[in-house]
């Protein structure tokens, strides 16, 4: 297993749509393992493939506490939502931002596990977030991009003035 390097905002890269896993094998059994190591050191509670630059369909999540709950999501997809409550989000590709965004209170979504076989899964609260913000990911969308125009700006500011100087 390896850490993989994260990408942060307003990397462009961020922004391309994700392509869809063909089939389930131990290479990407590989890749979900180093993000899941990556978002444990990192730390964070989700990361989607994306944010290690990898154009596939691939998120990992895990909210425990123990860090032992991994829930691994192949080709993801809400296939139901309602409700909708405000949870404040951060993102490892916006490091040490967090703001209020408003997402369904409730989703279901169908996905592969790592082990190829089709499950659905029903989740409530910030297991639901967590998903939705993994999604949103995959079609090259930020939790910024939920925000004011003003908010967005001055965090891309913040954020490629960071990089000029870890640079």
Same mark, same amino acid.
């Not at 993801?76 to 989000?89: D, H, K, L, M, Y």
């Not at 076989?117 to 991009?145: N, P, R, S, T």
């Given at each position: 297993?390896?850490?993989?390097?994260?990408?942060?905002?307003?990397?462009?890269?961020?922004?391309?749509?994700?392509?869809?896993?063909?089939?389930?094998?131990?290479?990407?059994? +590989? /890749?979900?393992? =180093?993000?899941?190591?990556?978002?444990?050191? *990192?730390? @964070?509670?989700?990361?989607?493939?994306? $944010?290690?630059?990898?154009?596939?369909?691939?998120?990992?999540?895990?909210?425990?506490?123990?860090?032992?709950?991994?829930?691994?999501?192949?080709?993801?997809?809400?296939?139901?939502?309602?409700?909708?409550?405000?949870?404040?989000?951060?993102?490892?590709?916006?490091?040490?931002?967090?703001?209020?965004?408003?997402?369904?209170?409730?989703?279901?979504?169908? +996905? /592969?596990?790592? =082990?190829?076989?089709?499950?659905?899964?029903? *989740?409530? @609260?910030?297991?639901?977030?967590?998903? $939705?913000?993994?999604?949103?990911?995959?079609?090259?969308?930020?939790?910024?991009?939920?925000?004011?125009?003003?908010?967005?700006?001055?965090?891309?500011?913040?954020?490629?003035?960071?990089?000029?100087?870890?640079?």
């Amino acid at each position: 297993m390896a850490i993989l390097p994260i990408l942060h905002f307003p990397d462009p890269r961020l922004r391309n749509p994700a392509q869809p896993v063909a089939r389930v094998d131990g290479a990407l059994r +590989a /890749l979900l393992d =180093d993000m899941l190591e990556t978002m444990y050191a *990192a730390p @964070g509670i989700g990361l989607a493939a994306p $944010q290690v630059n990898v154009s596939k369909r691939v998120i990992v999540i895990d909210i425990s506490e123990e860090r032992n709950a991994p829930h691994y999501f192949v080709n993801p997809e809400i296939t139901a939502s309602r409700g909708a409550e405000v949870f404040e989000e951060g993102c490892l590709s916006v490091p040490n931002i967090y703001e209020n965004v408003e997402r369904a209170e409730w989703v279901r979504v169908k +996905a /592969l596990g790592r =082990d190829g076989k089709a499950y659905e899964l029903e *989740a409530d @609260g910030l297991l639901a977030v967590c998903i $939705q913000h993994e999604i949103d990911h995959l079609e090259g969308k930020l939790f910024v991009d939920y925000l004011s125009e003003l908010k967005r700006s001055r965090i891309r500011k913040k954020m490629e003035k960071l990089r000029r100087h870890t640079l």
